[in-house]
């Protein structure tokens, strides 16, 4: 039979990610209605193994459903990677008589929260909080519709200079391994090409997709690369620029703007359902678990399985953005 939960600990971890402190509020917040003690883990699994954790009242998490960053803080700890760290994390919530958890981050973050349900007591639930929509099982992650936005307001900037001169601009855009913010934000700019680590880049076609272009007197071209693609920006604009030396090009690379800024309402909105759900879950005894969003439904699966799941770029997106970029 399942153990009753009554002390709850939430924590953010990895790349911090816009929406998180919605989220935040939300478990706190539904932690209270349900008559639940409610604890903050400052700084990822490193609170859980330094003993930095603080009591969460409702006016903890006031005015801050619009703010980017996370008011508990964030990190990869590396600690809680070894038993003897993980233990030590046990050994201080024990104290404290924690006994449920909710992880918000992303992979990295699932699985330590894997290992740590299967060696210990504390039922885990694994909430996606990463702008990079590289987790299975939900149709989107707290964060990425925010660094999608970001990239889209910052890439239509780029597109103004880049008529006024007639320029190539190759725009890297972040997502590690991933290339859902490169596709989306991509699609939603009009860019002529999108470079994604899931689909080889084929270096000859986008030369003789530019040739054909400069033929057509068609001068401005943004190319939306991912950064975890084979070449990346920087390198991409060398290979172009060796076979076209005449074109004018320049690069830019977002990075960490697409980390920060206000929440959208969209991240707002599953923040908060995700948050809730969390709640409920351990409070219904469904432990273990990953809770994402699929069809617009609650999506519950096993954090076992979860970690092992990968993402699949849909063919369908791939041929829009070949149709749509002439
Ligand atoms: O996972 C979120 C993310 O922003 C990735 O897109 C990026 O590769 C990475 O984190 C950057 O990490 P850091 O902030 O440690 O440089």
């Given at each position: ?11 953010t971890?990895g790349g911090d990610s816009p929406g998180m ?47 980017g960053g996370t008011?508990?803080?964030t ?29 918000i981050g992303g992979d ?20 996606p909080g990463t702008i990079d929509k590289d987790i299975?099982?939900?149709?989107f992650t707290i964060g990425f519709d925010t660094a999608v936005n970001t990239a ?21 855009v972040m997502g590690r391994d991933a290339g859902y913010i490169a596709?989306h934000s ?40 991912a950064e975890g ?25 977002l990075g960490h703007i697409q980390r920060g800024g206000?929440p959208t309402?969209f991240d707002?909105?599953?923040a ?55």
């Amino acid at each position: 039979m399942k153990k009753e939960v009554t002390k709850i600990g939430v924590l953010t971890s990895g790349g911090d990610s816009p929406g998180m402190n919605a989220c935040i509020r939300a478990v706190v917040r539904s932690g209270l209605y349900y008559n639940l003690e409610v604890y903050g883990i400052m700084r990822g699994y490193s609170g859980m193994v330094e003993n930095d954790i603080i009591k969460m009242e409702s006016r903890s998490v006031a005015n801050i459903i619009q703010r980017g960053g996370t008011i508990l803080k964030t990190s990869r700890c590396k600690e809680f990677y070894t038993p003897e760290g993980r233990q030590q994390a046990y050994n201080n919530l024990k104290k404290l008589g924690i006994n449920g958890l909710v992880i918000i981050g992303g992979d990295g973050s699932f699985r330590g929260a894997q290992i740590f349900s299967n060696e210990f007591d504390i039922p885990c639930i694994g909430l996606p909080g990463t702008i990079d929509k590289d987790i299975a099982g939900t149709d989107f992650t707290i964060g990425f519709d925010t660094a999608v936005n970001t990239a889209v307001e910052a890439i239509d900037k780029i597109r103004d200079t880049a008529d006024a001169h007639d320029r190539l601009f190759i725009i890297e855009v972040m997502g590690r391994d991933a290339g859902y913010i490169a596709l989306h934000s991509g699609i939603a700019t009009g860019a002529e090409n999108i470079l994604i680590p899931e689909k080889k880049t084929d270096i000859d076609s986008i030369i003789k997709s530019l040739q054909e272009k400069e033929k057509r007197q068609k001068l401005v071209n943004l190319i939306v690369v991912a950064e975890g693609e084979k070449f990346g920006g920087v390198e991409l604009e060398k290979m172009i620029k060796e076979r076209m030396p005449l074109l004018e090009t320049r690069v830019c690379i977002l990075g960490h703007i697409q980390r920060g800024g206000s929440p959208t309402c969209f991240d707002r909105l599953i923040a908060s359902r995700m948050g809730y759900s969390a709640v409920e879950s351990l409070i219904e005894g469904r432990h273990n678990i990953f809770v994402g969003i699929l069809n617009n439904k609650m999506h519950y699966i096993p954090l076992d399985e979860a970690v092992k799941k990968k993402q699949h770029i849909s063919e369908e997106w791939l041929k829009i953005v070949k149709i749509l970029a002439t």
